[in-house]
């Protein structure tokens, strides 16, 4: 496999959130080590609506090239849907790249000479109560196999719920981001068998274009 890594960073060097002011910067391992092959500023707009924003990640993928290594602090909404269908493999890290460009690369490698993938492990979403919904998400970040979290919680934290009771072995970082912009009220508490969070939706409506971006 093609050993490069696209980061998006912001100024400060380290990762950042996908749609906030950065540049992705291309990384290539020679003679055991990463260097910086090639880069460009990338300022999503999302005033351009959906159609503009997909354009605008279409030529960052285009730039991109053959690479389908994809990291950054958060990707989340229509901009991990556009990456997941283009083939990347996304990586959400906290930090600067060659910290963490080595492990994704061994881990990347690891999984391309994996037999084919065990049966998919899907949690099961229970509703409690009108809006209120309970789920566990301890077996699919054990087993790395099946859905995402985020495929598991989006659907549930982009409807019209009241609460939603989290049973996790370890905050998905991508989670622990919205939470920190205060998206969502959330507490998190430490659990015999893991972390249970519990998340309430700050206002009741519908979403705008703007906030599916996010």
């Not at 500023?41 to 053959?66: H, N």
């Not at 899907?122 to 790395?144: D, I, M, R």
Request: proline share 5%.
């Amino acid at each position: 496999m093609a050993r490069e890594i696209a980061v998006f960073v912001g100024n400060n060097g380290s990762t950042a959130a996908l749609g906030e002011p950065g540049k992705v910067i291309v990384y290539r391992r020679q003679q055991g080590k990463w260097q910086p092959v090639s880069e460009a500023v990338l300022q999503l707009d999302p005033t351009s609506g959906m159609a503009g924003v997909r354009q605008q990640l279409a030529a960052m993928i285009e730039f991109i090239g053959r690479c389908r290594v994809f990291v950054a602090r958060a990707v989340s909404g229509l901009l991990y849907k556009e990456l997941e269908q283009a083939g990347f493999s996304i990586w959400e890290f906290d930090g600067r790249p060659l910290e963490f460009l080595e492990y994704i690369l061994i881990q990347e490698e690891l999984a391309a000479r994996q037999p084919a993938p065990l049966k998919a492990v899907t949690p099961t979403v229970v509703e409690t109560g009108p809006g209120c919904y309970q789920v566990s998400l301890k077996e699919l970040q054990q087993s790395g196999t099946g859905m995402t979290s985020k495929q598991v919680l989006q659907p549930l934290l982009n409807g019209n719920f009241y609460l939603v009771e989290v049973l996790c072995g370890h905050i998905p970082p991508w989670l622990e981001a919205d939470w920190a912009c205060g998206k969502f009220d959330c507490t998190a508490e430490r659990a015999a068998d893991g972390v249970k969070l519990t998340i309430k939706k700050k206002s009741c409506g519908e979403y705008n274009e703007q906030a599916n971006l996010d």
